[in-house]
């Protein structure tokens, strides 16, 4: 049974049905098979659902919607742009930066190029660079997104691995530093021969000065930290941090004057469509995963593994090769939904934390967004720019060497995952 239901699912997912119906149709044959009651089906997905720290995940993901809708990102992007406006090659590094800033706001990569792609895409052109390059960086710094807090990937690992959210939270905010360094250093090298027809020209958003940039965009460079510092220091916990920022938009917005039920209302249709994408996954995959565990798949994994290589160095190893292969072919959510229960046991047998798999599991799968042939971020950044996306792989190619080399920092270095959350 367990081999019928592995090349169902997999044959139902090469043939391009819905990832929940390529895992739910499999199931259900094996509850029928099996002589197992139906209702076994909405109990298991019940049990996935019915978790308090699932709240802060739409929670955070109505905070993005609604900084997008009230055109914050702008005015971040404004900020970093006149702060590095001096140096050449300022568009592609602010690229970086702010990327790390609204992921303290998204926790999402598609919502980091949707929220910003157009911008930075204009910017880094008007700078001089091409525009396929400029898609490329965008799509690869948008990485940083699913890893810095609030994480939502990271936040369903909590729920799916049974581990302390604020834990998990706090697990990527130092891999997400070591993601843009790496980033940040290439990109400065790339910039010396790929910045063309360098214009010294500064566009009109960036001859304001520092300080009325700065007066404009404060409120909403305060809020990171201050969700961060929220969780840190124990005063609330992630869905609280949640809900206040939410609560601290819209005052601040109505003060502003700026506030309307028509942008409230695209936010929480935004946010309404993500989640309901997110928890239906979650919902089917759940009893999926469960099939797989009542055949004992798991322990088929962990003897595998195990019997290949008697390192950890190498188990590592080879779990990153096999979770961004999954990543090429699966959406994030869907993938880690199915490979956390069956890759816990594995990293428990080499003594690798939990919380640390799961930065490593959401950093690989995040790169596997990039990766054709599902590689939902690169198309999304293609549609974005209005460029084909053979021509930004192009340029994207290069730019998995500095992701690459983070991804491998943080597998081999468990200190700068587990740093924070030994604090706490």
Not at 80 to 98: D, E, F, H, P, S
């Amino acid at each position: 049974m367990l081999a019928i239901v592995l090349v169902m699912f997999l044959a139902l997912l090469l043939a391009g049905f819905p990832i929940i119906v390529s895992m739910g149709i499999p199931a259900l044959l094996y509850v029928i098979v099996e002589g197992l009651p139906i209702s076994t089906m909405a109990y298991s997905a019940f049990q996935a659902l019915n978790s308090f720290p699932l709240v802060a995940s739409p929670l955070f993901v109505l905070m993005g919607c609604l900084i997008n809708e009230f055109g914050e990102t702008t005015r971040l992007f404004n900020f970093c742009r006149v702060l590095m406006r001096n140096a050449k090659g300022y568009t592609a590094k602010v690229n970086i930066i702010v990327s790390l800033l609204f992921a303290g706001m998204s926790g999402a990569a598609v919502a980091d190029i949707g929220g910003l792609g157009q911008v930075e895409i204009k910017a880094m052109e008007e700078e001089g660079f091409s525009r396929d390059y400029a898609c490329a960086v965008t799509a690869a710094t948008s990485m940083v997104g699913p890893i810095f807090p609030p994480s939502i990937p990271l936040l369903i690992f909590a729920v799916l691995a049974q581990q302390s959210p604020l834990h998990c939270l706090m697990s990527g905010a130092v891999p997400a530093f070591a993601i843009v360094i790496c980033l940040y250093i290439f990109i400065s090298f790339q910039c010396r021969t790929k910045l063309k027809g360098y214009h010294d020209e500064h566009p009109a958003a960036e001859k304001e000065s520092l300080w009325a940039v700065t007066k404009e965009a404060a409120h909403i460079l305060f809020l990171i930290p201050a969700i961060i510092v929220a969780m840190l220091g124990g005063f609330c916990s992630p869905s609280e941090a949640g809900a206040a920022a939410v609560i601290y938009i819209l005052i601040v917005e109505a003060i502003k004057g700026k506030f309307s039920f028509s942008i409230l209302k695209n936010a929480i249709m935004g946010t309404y469509k993500t989640v309901s994408n997110i928890f239906i996954i979650i919902a089917v995959a759940s009893f999926f995963t469960k099939v797989l565990t009542l055949e004992h798949f798991p322990e088929m994994v962990t003897a595998a593994f195990l019997g290949m290589a008697d390192s950890p160095f190498l188990i590592l190893l080879l779990i990153n090769l096999l979770v961004l292969l999954v990543g090429m072919f699966m959406e994030t959510i869907s993938a880690l939904t199915i490979l956390t229960p069956i890759l816990l046991p594995v990293a428990a047998a080499i003594g690798a934390a939990p919380v640390h798999l799961g930065v490593i599991l959401v950093l690989n799968l995040t790169i596997g967004m990039l990766t054709p042939p599902f590689g939902v971020g690169l198309y999304t950044v293609a549609t974005v720019g209005k460029e084909a996306p053979h021509k930004v792989l192009k340029e994207l190619l290069p730019l998995y060497v500095p992701l690459l080399i983070a991804l491998m920092v943080v597998t081999y270095v468990p200190e700068l995952t587990m740093w924070l959350p030994s604090l706490l």
